[in-house]
């Protein structure tokens, strides 16, 4: 009896030659893996850690070269529609890997794909838009030529396709699970030389964590016996790629704030200048301004961002009504059920553009809600998380809003197809609209916010904005993208602000303003904001986004000086 599966050598040679071809156009087109061996050589190669080294990278090498060698042999051998099957598969994993080393110059992380899932549907369309390389139709065009050769035509044979797809998902996982468990750091990070078994390693990683990971669960805390109703309002603003340094109340030389430069003259607004974020990309920063986590507490930082009380957990404690407000997705970023039951309303993008308007107008019906809730009640801690100036920029303002021409109305969001002027121009357009119109809108009269509201603003990131020719806009390594506002309206009293801030003080001054007692506190913060002097002031740092569980410095990024 024949086995439904037998070696084709034919087949096999050309599976062996197609991939040889791919391994050689890839390492000439991405420059990860370049770099990597250029650097290995620094290494001495009789030092043993040099060895540990060499094996594990080409073992890697090999385990996802032979992947893509099975996956090409088992495609040619299969029949029917099946071929469709791995034509489509192949291609996807292509542009979507190539588009990651065209951006960042690196391949695709489960953590990536698992902060797409938290886009909204606009933004999965601008994205797609905005970074999707071109470059992958070549592989994908050469491999589909592979499969139309010219040759005898196969008979259909649905048994022996599925047995090929069978037999391929199994070596798949084998591979996956060996890489995931001899090598971790490899696996999630350095050790994949082709595009599809990188994209392998992203959705079985995504895979293994989803099935394998249990959420830590967060620390309790304490409500002090003398709480009684809270007398004010809190409402903390995140703002979205928002850089400190294109704001006129920070010195720029447009008049990009003209409404909140204009408060800072009549002494009701409180500014920090520029401040340091806590990472690059906004799901770290989130989490880290939740939790009052700093980039000084490198050792086991994801453990504690999880386990961590979040800023919600204190504000109930306070007996305070807690609102978070979104401006990009209907989901409280990177929270759990546990997370979730601390908020009492949570509103969204379904919620402040169900109709689907322009996305400029998400942030302007936020500011008016929050201005409702604090003109009739007190003892309300709002977050609001806002769209803000989030790629492409031309989205966040009308054309006609338009203060600085020309100015760009296509999805790019770098200098690839704009010149420089028009790309500035854009971006500083978007600012003036989007951030001023957000103020203007959340308060009639800055001099006696109602109810005693005291209101903390701060971006996220700041961004790159091409400066050094990247194509990406933020989650790298530049100081540009840690350039963050911070500033303060509604504060009675007269705070220091020559003290150097960063974004681990936001969260012991919301409980500074809460009068959570700081003898009852679950950690050591950071100093307030309303305590913090000029002399307190030292080095600041920020984190370069997470990229994988690993060793350290691969699971918690890296730790980059700011001043």
């Keep these: 009896m024949k086995l439904p599966v037998q070696i084709d050598r034919k087949n096999l040679t050309f599976a062996a030659l197609f991939v040889l071809l791919i391994l050689l156009f ?24 040099s060895i540990k080294f060499y094996s594990v990278f080409f073992f890697g090498y090999t385990v996802a070269g032979t992947l893509l060698l099975i996956f090409i042999y088992f495609s040619l051998v299969s029949t029917g529609i099946f071929k469709t099957f791995y034509f489509l598969l192949f291609t996807f994993a292509n542009f979507y890997e190539y588009s990651y080393q065209n951006l960042y110059g690196r391949f695709s992380t489960a953590q990536d794909l698992s902060l797409a899932f938290l886009t909204t549907p606009t933004q999965k369309v601008d994205a797609l838009f905005s970074y999707l390389s071109l470059t992958a139709l070549i592989p994908s065009l050469a491999y589909l030529i592979l499969l139309l050769r010219i040759r005898k ?34 696996y999630f990070y350095e050790a994949w030389n082709n595009s599809f078994g990188a994209a392998s390693r992203t959705f079985y990683e995504f895979a293994f964590t989803k099935v394998f990971y249990s959420p830590t669960k967060r620390e309790a805390v304490e409500k002090p016996n003398s709480s009684n109703l809270p007398l004010n309002n809190i409402v903390l603003v ?8 294109h704001l006129s109340l920070n010195g720029y030389g447009r008049p990009t704030t003209p ?36 980039p000084d507490e490198t050792a086991d930082i994801q453990q504690k961002v999880r386990q961590m009380p979040t800023i919600f957990q204190y504000a109930k404690a306070m007996n305070y009504r807690t609102y978070y407000f979104d401006g990009q997705s209907n989901d409280f970023w990177g929270g759990d059920s546990a997370d979730l039951a601390t908020i009492d309303v949570l509103l969204g993008t379904k ?27 007190t003892g309300n801690f709002i977050l609001v998380f806002k769209h803000g100036n989030h790629t492409p920029y031309n989205k966040n303002f009308p054309t006609e809003a338009a203060v600085w021409l020309p100015t760009s109305a296509t999805f790019a969001h ?8 028009t790309f500035i121009n854009t971006y500083d357009n978007a600012i003036r609209y989007n951030l001023d119109g957000f103020f203007q ?9 109602p109810n005693n509201t005291v209101i903390l603003y701060s971006s996220d990131h700041g961004q790159t904005l091409s400066e050094d020719g990247e194509l990406y806009s933020h989650g790298g390594e530049s100081r540009r993208e840690a350039i963050v506002p911070l500033f303060m309206l509604g504060l009675n009293t007269k705070a220091d602000t020559d003290f150097k801030a960063m974004h681990a003080n936001i969260f012991p001054t919301l409980l500074d303003l809460m009068n959570y007692p700081e003898e009852m506190r679950k950690h050591k913060y950071a100093i307030s904001l ?15 986004p997470n990229v994988g569980p690993g060793e350290k410095t691969i699971e918690t990024g890296a730790k980059i000086k700011f001043d």
Excluded: H
């Design 259 to 294: 409404f909140l430069d204009d408060l800072a003259k009549r002494n009701l607004l409180q500014n920090w200048g520029i401040a340091a974020s806590a990472s690059t990309r906004s799901f770290e920063s989130f989490q880290y301004v939740m939790t009052g986590v700093s």
């Design 530 to 544: 309303l305590k913090a002097k000029t002399t307190d002031s030292k080095e600041r740092y920020f984190m370069t």
């Design 153 to 186: 035509k196969q008979k259909f044979n649905f048994k022996k396709s599925i047995v090929v797809l069978t037999v391929f998902i199994c070596f798949c996982t084998v591979f996956n699970l060996t890489m995931w468990l001899v090598a971790p750091r490899y």
């Design 414 to 421: 770098n200098l690839l197809n704009l010149d420089r002027e």
């Design 351 to 377: 919620y402040f553009n169900s109709l689907q308007e322009p996305e400029w107008e998400t942030d302007f019906k936020i500011a008016a809600k929050v201005k409702e809730i604090i003109n009739t009640s």
């Design 238 to 245: 995140l703002d979205e790629s928002v850089r400190g340094d």
């Design 441 to 449: 809108i959340m308060a009639t009269d800055y001099s006696q916010l």
């Design 26 to 49: 890839e390492s000439l087109v991405f420059k990860t893996y370049r770099n990597l061996l250029f650097k290995s050589f620094e290494f001495n190669l009789f030092q043993s850690n």
